[in-house]
């Protein structure tokens, strides 16, 4: 062991070799954790319109339904659920509108019908709308779609540094580490009790004074590694292949 450790202070291309060995499967971890160094931002690129392609609308009529009526001293307040179709959640469906109708009483005249003048506007709303779905469903037969969402990746993306760079102007971490709980073991002491299961692992760093290790986040689960340790260098009087 002495001759290997009197090799590696005089061949410095074996520990240079090593570190770019440990980068490497740091690079490979980050790839695989997208989210601990990108923020992302979903948006609708198209959406699903078999549903208005494939209606029938010389069968189809938009419906209405009065639900409440109510006044003031000036107006009627009718309130009505219209039945239609158009995109929700980026898919054509069946879908159902709240609106509510405002007729002034003067509009109606002394001998006025309110349920008249209510059934005229509200047919001719559904005459609109009927023209529409026709129109809509002309253009949206042209080219059939599926529901499509596209996730765009910020974060670092597009960030410039240097060897002096510690915070990223405008970068704002998109996972934070809890704040420790009273009495654990967030505070990096050497005296804390910690039950490991069968799948569970504690994970030091080789800074013991300042690391973020299991003394702060508290035991890893077996499925949450990545890679294998091949290799143990330091202490050097322990050095050792792990392989098994």
């Known amino acids: 062991m ?3 450790s009197h090799f590696l202070q005089y061949h410095n291309a074996i520990p240079i070799a090593l570190g770019v060995l440990f980068l490497g499967a740091g690079a490979t971890f980050a790839a695989t954790n997208p989210q601990a160094i990108y923020s992302e931002q979903q948006k609708v690129v198209s959406v699903d319109n078999t549903y208005i392609v494939g209606k029938d609308l010389s069968s189809y009529t938009p419906q209405v339904q009065i639900t409440a009526v109510t006044e003031d001293a000036d107006t009627y307040y009718v309130s009505y659920s219209f039945l239609t179709i158009d995109v929700q959640d980026a898919v054509w469906r069946d879908v159902v509108k709240n609106n509510t109708m405002s007729v002034a009483k003067s509009a ?3 001998y006025g019908d309110l349920g008249l003048y209510v059934t005229g506007q509200l047919n001719q709303n559904i005459s609109h709308e009927t023209d529409r779905l026709k129109e809509v469903q002309e253009i ?5 779609s599926q529901k499509t969402i596209a996730t765009a990746y910020g974060g670092l993306i597009g960030k410039i540094l240097d060897d002096k760079t510690e915070t990223l102007p405008g970068y704002t971490p998109v996972v934070v580490a809890p704040a420790p709980e009273p009495g654990s073991f967030g505070d990096n ?3 804390f009790d910690m039950y490991l299961g ?3 692992y504690f994970v ?3 800074n013991r004074r300042d690391s973020s290790d299991s003394r702060y986040f508290g035991a890893v689960q077996a499925e949450n590694f990545v890679g294998r340790s ?3 260098i330091l202490p050097l009087s322990r050095f050792t292949s792990l392989f098994y």
């Open 230 to 232: 091949i290799i143990r």
């Open 140 to 144: 949206e037969r042209r080219h059939v």
């Open 204 to 206: 030091l760093g080789d």
């Open 2 to 4: 002495q001759k290997f």
């Open 108 to 110: 109606l005249g002394k």
């Open 189 to 191: 002491t050497n005296e």
């Open 198 to 200: 069968p799948q569970d």
